[in-house]
């Protein structure tokens, strides 16, 4: 139950990354679809941050807590600084700047299991 | 980043212009092309702020924390993550200025992953924990490698544009300007490259 979070967001950001990839490889520009998928990603990194804080509110600490936190904070500006700077792009390079996060928000799991390995996934 | 090549078709122009001009133009009026940061610039500059976020946030943590652990690899990280903020800086910006000072990082940067990963795989003790150069950025996907190499071809292509562009707007009345960039052009190749680099854009 712990791992499903961080677990559906390596997923979603790594289909997020394809698609956009996809638009990139067919020149297309941002679209609404592809907006609504970095959503849910930041949705879902959202929820991800609520766990780990509830977990440091509770009382555990890992041996890295300043890059942790500093993880925490990074992690859910992702998708917001690539969308914005993705939408100020009219061209295929919008799409190209979201698989970007969409890979970071992948990664970022699999750094986060590294720094606190309590955080499955 | 592995982002697969659209195939040069004539109608995969990057920039967002509203002509239906079917030719590769690779400067049309649209001011947006006007810079470093739009196009395949979109995308580097996105990779080097992810970078010198990166990098001079973990630096600033390790020698906040444990600097006397690794003194020389988090030292190593700070600069790093210093060089990086520039290129990211500069690239942005995209002034002649400012691509000038987005060369020299990504030389620097270039030469230090080149430089730190050799040291890194040559004196491992130097290196209790790594850097973002380490090994030549195999820690980061080697992005740190191809980075400066994109960051490098993208300013070379967009400082030839505009020397092209002097020199077609400037050539009529200004004899003297046409020779400088005529003469600039010559640095980079033969004559015929200014054509080849007008394909190459279709391509991007």
Known sequence: MNGAVPTTIIVVGLALAAYALVMTALNRRMTVPLLAAVGVLEILLLVEVGIIVAKLAGGERPAGLATLIGYLIAAPLVPVAAALWGLMERSRWGPAVIAVAGLVAAVLMVRLHEIWPAIHV | MSEPL????????PEPT?????TASPEPTASQADSTRTGPGRLLVAVYGLFALSASARAG????????????????????????????????????????????????????????GTWSLADPATFPDATVWSSYGSGYGFVPLVLPVFGLL???????RSRARRTTVTSAEDAAAAADGG?????GGAPGQGAEDVVADGRT
């Open chain 2, 6 to 13: 659209a195939p040069p078709e004539p109608t995969a122009s």
């Open chain 2, 18 to 22: 509203a002509s239906p001009e079917p």
């Open chain 2, 61 to 116: 943590v390790q020698i906040a924390t444990k600097f006397s652990h690794a003194p020389v690899a988090y030292l190593l990280s700070a600069f790093a993550g210093v060089v990086y903020i520039l290129a990211t800086v500069t690239l942005a910006v995209g002034t002649p200025t400012a691509r000038r000072i987005a060369v020299v990082s990504c030389s620097v940067e270039l030469v230090g992953v080149l430089a730190v």
């Open chain 2, 154 to 160: 993208w300013l070379r292509r967009w400082t030839r």
């Open chain 2, 183 to 187: 003469v600039a052009h010559g640095e």
